[in-house]
């Protein structure tokens, strides 16, 4: 078997949690266009990691086959 490449931005963009069971992501509407957006959401709704949904936790092992 060859090896397997993993998708990098995937690679960028998730990361495991301690235990390696789940799998962390950023929050999104932080990139931009933060001027309308409130200071509490901007800190304490949009800041931290959020967990990959289980719908998707399948499509995103796939892309990182070594995490």
């Avoid at 995937?10 to 990139?31: D, E, P, Q, Y």
């Avoid at 933060?34 to 796939?62: P, T, Y």
């Amino acid at each position: 078997m060859p090896k397997l490449k993993t998708r990098r931005a995937a690679a960028k963009r998730f990361k495991l949690t301690g235990s390696g069971k789940k799998i962390a992501r950023r929050k999104a509407f932080k990139n931009h266009l933060l001027d309308h957006k409130s200071a509490e959401q901007k800190h304490r709704r949009l800041s931290g990691m959020a967990l990959v949904d289980k719908a998707d936790e399948k499509n995103v092992r796939l892309m990182l086959p070594y995490a």
